[in-house]
């Protein structure tokens, strides 16, 4: 036999099996490399978004992306936020502060002015050998308020490439190319776009974050991505294709009828923030819009959600494409609530449970997925809940409690009651401002129950709110002063006054 017929006889199949063992282990070596590798985080932060979602059980509202999510990961039905307005609600967040540890209420005042040294979530992780970046709304940025530098490695300007965007006018009507259009110079409160959705801000944002997942995905280092969209703020501005979803002849329009025995205080009567939208402000002295408008409003509003929607898709898509899934924890959650015409009354800002409630799902590829929670939770859990998930030391200062036991087993519960607040009355002078009136709210997953106080005399009580919401999340009745309920009040206000001292 010639030398090279033995080589082929003896040694090739030696070299195959070589081959074939040698790959699996390859494979094996890659694996725990990335098993041991930190998990990433996605942080999705969504503008005005109340759980109006299919998932949530809105299953008019077409949501495809944000319940495929939900049901890989796990959905908390009753989470709160900590004072129902973009600014105290994102950097209670952001720094696990309640609003009264900030002493920040208001949208302009920057936190680091008066709590300087607060380590935040972005900047813990930063801290933490992670690349933190940032592209949309996370922090508010704006009425004088501004992004944090010191959370992020990176903030990626999206707003440079839809400025350079040609203009598209059509006579008094200008900016259609925009998420801004405006009609004599005021922006629209509702518009069908036929922009190309890259065209409008969240389109945009989705566009960069997508770009940013394929980048970090070759990093050594762990990522902390956030990504905040705004479609659903107002103006409810969408491709003409979202708008389509709905036919407006399926919208019915909420009861203008208020609670009964409400704290006269309790609500702002007509939004100042819809007010300044093109073509609302006449309807202000009345206090009520025609139906016509309204439904517009709404079936604006939905079309936004799925605009939202299919951005959060993309974002999900990028995940599964670039391999990362299954080392990315994913936190989608909504800043507040929102009101719909409901008690004939538009946007937040108030402690009713429309507007304190919020979205809040997390995927975590290492937990069992699927799952609902009733339990009652608050918005400020997401720090230490993901200091839990990656191993991180959570920092001394935190005020939230970790979700991860809810996490593993549903039924949990860490706490017995979410706190909100909403200041009401005069504007004292200084910075940061704060008002005469503090209203303190808690709820139990049934009950709400509110407190209305002077703020600088707590111990003078102005008026007290409970509500039932075993058949509805609308506040319709104020039952504090009913015989009936007195053990519920002194319950609930037992277990606010303990929240309270937690507090200082």
């Given at each position: 036999?010639?030398?090279?017929?033995?080589?082929d006889?003896?040694?090739?199949?030696l070299?195959?099996?070589a081959?074939?063992?040698?790959?699996?282990?390859a494979?094996a070596?890659?694996?725990?490399?990335?098993?041991?590798k930190?998990?990433?985080?996605?942080?999705?932060?969504?503008d005005?978004?109340?759980?109006?979602?299919?998932?949530y059980?809105?299953?008019?509202?077409?949501?495809?992306?944000?319940d495929?999510?939900?049901?890989?990961?796990?959905?908390?039905?009753?989470?709160?936020?900590?004072?129902?307005?973009?600014?105290?609600?994102?950097?209670?967040?952001?720094?696990?502060?309640?609003?009264?540890a900030?002493?920040?209420?208001?949208?302009?005042?920057?936190?680091?002015?008066?709590?300087?040294?607060?380590?935040?979530?972005?900047?813990?992780?930063?801290?933490n050998?992670?690349?933190?970046e940032?592209?949309?709304?996370?922090?508010?940025?704006?009425?004088?308020?501004?992004?944090?530098?010191?959370?992020?490695?990176?903030v990626?300007?999206?707003?440079?490439?839809?400025d350079?965007?040609?203009?598209?006018?059509?006579?008094?009507?200008?900016?259609?190319?925009?998420?801004?259009?405006?009609l004599n110079?005021?922006?629209?409160?509702?518009y069908?776009?036929?922009?190309?959705e890259?065209?409008?801000?969240?389109?945009?944002?989705a566009?960069?974050?997508?770009?940013?997942?394929?980048a970090?995905?070759?990093?050594?280092q762990?990522?902390?991505?956030?990504?905040?969209?705004?479609?659903?703020?107002?103006?409810?501005?969408?491709?003409?294709?979202y708008?389509?979803?709905?036919?407006?002849?399926?919208?019915?329009i909420?009861?203008?009828?208020?609670?009964?025995?409400?704290?006269?205080?309790?609500?702002?009567?007509?939004?100042?923030?819809?007010?300044?939208?093109?073509?609302?402000?006449?309807?202000?002295e009345?206090?009520?819009?025609?139906?016509?408008?309204?439904?517009?409003?709404?079936?604006?509003?939905?079309?936004?959600?799925?605009?939202?929607?299919?951005?959060?898709?993309?974002?999900?898509?990028?995940?599964?494409?670039?391999?990362?899934?299954?080392?990315?924890?994913?936190?989608?959650?909504?800043?507040?609530?929102?009101?719909?015409?409901?008690?004939?009354?538009?946007?937040?800002?108030?402690?009713?449970e429309?507007?304190?409630?919020?979205?809040?799902i997390i995927?975590?590829?290492?937990q069992?997925?699927?799952?609902?929670?009733?339990?009652?939770?608050?918005?400020?859990d997401?720090?230490?809940?993901?200091c839990?998930?990656?191993?991180?030391?959570?920092?001394?200062?935190?005020?939230?409690?970790?979700l991860?036991p809810?996490?593993n087993?549903?039924?949990?519960?860490?706490?017995?009651?979410?706190?909100?607040?909403?200041?009401?009355?005069?504007?004292?002078?200084?910075?940061?401002?704060?008002?005469?009136?503090?209203?303190?709210?808690?709820?139990?997953?049934?009950?709400?129950?509110?407190?209305?106080?002077?703020?600088?005399?707590?111990?003078h009580?102005?008026?007290?709110?409970?509500y039932?919401?075993?058949e509805?999340?609308?506040?319709?009745?104020n039952?504090?002063?009913?015989?009936?309920?007195?053990?519920?009040?002194r319950?609930?206000?037992?277990?606010?006054?303990g929240?309270l001292?937690?507090?200082?």
């Open positions: 036999m010639k030398r090279n017929h033995i080589i006889f003896f040694i090739r199949p070299l195959v099996l081959c074939v063992y040698a790959t699996p282990c494979n070596q890659q694996n725990r490399n990335t098993s041991h930190k998990k990433n985080i996605l942080f999705i932060a969504i005005d978004l109340r759980p109006e979602l299919a998932c059980g809105m299953t008019q509202v077409k949501t495809p992306h944000i495929k999510l939900a049901q890989q990961g796990n959905l908390f039905e009753n989470a709160y936020c900590q004072q129902a307005v973009c600014a105290p609600s994102r950097n209670s967040v952001l720094t696990g502060l309640r609003p009264d900030m002493q920040i209420y208001d949208l302009g005042t920057f936190f680091r002015t008066t709590v300087p040294d607060v380590v935040t979530l972005p900047q813990l992780f930063k801290e050998d992670y690349i933190s940032n592209v949309g709304k996370i922090y508010h940025v704006g009425h004088g308020n501004k992004n944090d530098q010191q959370s992020w490695t990176t990626w300007n999206y707003r440079g490439e839809l350079a965007l040609p203009k598209i006018n059509h006579g008094d009507t200008t900016g259609l190319e925009s998420s801004l259009p405006k110079g005021k922006v629209l409160p509702y069908r776009s036929h922009a190309a890259e065209n409008l801000s969240d389109g945009r944002v566009a960069i974050a997508v770009e940013r997942i394929e970090l995905k070759d990093q050594d762990p990522f902390f991505l956030g990504v905040g969209f705004t479609a659903t703020h107002l103006p409810f501005v969408a491709p003409s294709s708008w389509d979803l709905y036919d407006p002849l399926d919208i019915a909420p009861s203008q009828q208020e609670p009964s025995g409400m704290y006269n205080q309790a609500f702002i009567k007509w939004s100042g923030e819809l007010a300044t939208y093109h073509g609302i402000a006449p309807f202000k009345k206090g009520t819009l025609p139906d016509s408008i309204a439904r517009n409003l709404i079936q604006g509003y939905h079309a936004s959600v799925s605009f939202v929607d299919a951005q959060v898709g993309k974002l999900l898509d990028a995940l599964e494409k670039n391999g990362l899934r299954e080392n990315t924890i994913v936190v989608l959650w909504g800043d507040h609530g929102y009101k719909l015409g409901e008690y004939g009354m538009w946007c937040k800002h108030s402690n009713a429309l507007d304190t409630r919020a979205p809040l995927r975590n590829p290492d069992t997925n699927g799952n609902r929670s009733f339990s009652v939770v608050e918005l400020l997401i720090y230490p809940t993901l839990e998930l990656t191993g991180i030391q959570a920092p001394d200062h935190l005020q939230g409690k970790s991860v809810i996490l087993n549903p039924g949990v519960r860490v706490k017995e009651v979410a706190m909100s607040q909403w200041p009401k009355g005069k504007t004292y002078p200084g910075t940061p401002p704060s008002r005469e009136i503090m209203g303190y709210s808690i709820t139990d997953g049934r009950y709400r129950f509110t407190r209305w106080q002077y703020y600088k005399n707590p111990n009580i102005i008026a007290k709110e409970l039932d919401h075993t509805s999340r609308l506040d319709t009745k039952l504090a002063k009913s015989k009936k309920y007195e053990a519920e009040v319950r609930l206000e037992s277990l606010l006054n929240l001292e937690e507090r200082q």
